[in-house]
């Protein structure tokens, strides 16, 4: 049983930040454009729940079976697939940065979300998390992990988040964005990871006025109260 994507055509061109996954196939219908091959651990991946307006299925003999559910409600339609990396552009049409003035550049926007993704992300003081850790189940630390983002404040990502007060972000690629709140121009996100000034793989968190900063992956580590505790004084990554 493989993993089925469908996404209105209209917003195909969200799926470029899939296209150098092996193994997946593309196809055209009518109103929808539809992807087949991903396994099930590809399928939670946060490149792909990350993407806007997606459907996913389970296929059975052309049967599609709605994800998280028992029952197929459809079949997936006859059409002509090719692999993604061939369907889709190596890449889309990109900003010249060299044609505008030294003084001009693109500003990256956010607007409010048509349907808001869920938070995987959350950002609180390090006095609330202490307070947290301090009580919590273990069970409820071990599918998180935090890293400190200023003097005061911390990160937070995984599932279940605390219900912590503060502000939380759904994931869009390498992008963490304000829930609610998406990029003004979609089409921008799967290239902004490498124009943004970054020395390592990082994570980027936005904010609704379009700034971000720039967590490198290597600092998060699992969220312990022995982790909390050695952290008290240490130094917080430049923002």
């Keep these: 049983m493989s993993i089925v994507l469908s996404i209105p055509s209209a ?8 296209r150098y996954w092996p193994d997946l196939n593309l196809a055209r219908g009518d109103a929808e454009v539809w992807v087949r091959g991903f396994t099930e ?18 296929e059975q003999e052309g049967r599609l079976i709605p994800w998280g559910k028992s029952l197929p409600t459809k079949r997936l339609p006859g059409l002509l697939w090719t692999p993604i990396a061939r369907a889709i552009p190596v890449e889309s049409p990109d900003y010249n940065h060299n044609f505008f003035g030294v003084a001009e ?18 950002k609180t003081s390090f006095t609330a998390l202490k307070a947290y850790v301090a009580s919590a189940p273990a069970v409820r630390l071990q599918e998180l992990r935090w890293v400190h ?21 759904w994931p869009l690629g390498e992008h963490w964005l304000p829930a609610g709140y998406t990029f003004e121009l979609p089409d921008l996100a799967p290239h902004l990871s490498r124009k943004l000034a970054a020395t390592e793989p990082s994570w980027f968190f936005w904010t609704v006025e379009g700034s971000y900063t720039a967590i490198p992956k290597s600092l998060w580590q699992p969220l312990s109260r022995s982790s909390v505790r050695l952290h008290r004084h240490q130094t917080p990554p430049a923002s």
Excluded: D, K, N, W
């Design 11 to 18: 917003h195909a061109h969200l799926l470029a930040i899939l």
């Design 105 to 122: 550049q693109i500003t990256i926007g956010l607007v409010s979300h048509s349907s808001p993704q869920e938070a995987a992300a959350l």
């Design 41 to 58: 651990e590809q399928a939670v991946q946060s490149e792909v729940r990350s993407i806007p307006y997606i459907s996913l299925f389970r």
């Design 149 to 169: 983002s200023s003097e005061e404040q911390v990160l937070i990502m995984g599932h279940p988040l605390p219900a912590l007060p503060g502000q939380t972000y």
